[in-house]
Every structure is written in structure tokens, then in C-alpha cells.
């Protein structure tokens, strides 16, 4: 069985938390740093560390490969 991001994006959006914080200064801590880098982010979904990643500097390419579910519910 397999299954599309896109069929799942809304709840996904809806209930995922963003990241904490302490995430991001764990990995500054140990020398990954973010701003002025080009990332690729592939498998990005609704983009919460795309849009996180932008916001620390980096310069973020977001890669979804499933399509959006445009069927009617």
C-alpha cells in the first residue's frame, strides 16, 4: 500500500507542530549553519523546514513530489 502526501496534506498542516527551536540551535552548536546556504529541502510537504530554514538565512528550493489530491471530498 502506498500513499500520496497530497491526499493527506490539510490534516497534515492542521496538526503538525512546527519545530522547536532547539532543534535548529542544536545544529548550530555543532557547526551547521544555515544562512546564506543554498538547501534543497526534497519531500517537503507543506514546507515547515523550508520555511524554517529560510527564515535562519538559507536560500530554500522545497521539493514535493505528490501531487495535490484535487478530488471533491
Do not use: C, W
Request: net charge negative.
Amino acid at each position: 500500500m502506498t500513499s500520496e502526501f497530497g491526499n493527506v496534506s490539510d490534516d497534515y498542516a492542521k496538526y503538525r507542530n512546527a519545530l522547536p527551536q532547539v532543534l535548529f540551535n542544536q545544529l548550530i552548536d555543532q557547526g551547521v549553519f544555515f544562512a546564506g546556504n543554498q538547501i534543497i529541502e526534497l519531500g517537503s510537504g507543506t514546507g515547515i523546514i523550508s520555511r524554517d530554514l529560510a527564515m535562519l538565512g538559507a536560500h530554500v528550493i522545497g521539493i514535493e513530489p505528490s501531487p495535490q489530491d484535487d478530488r471533491a471530498s
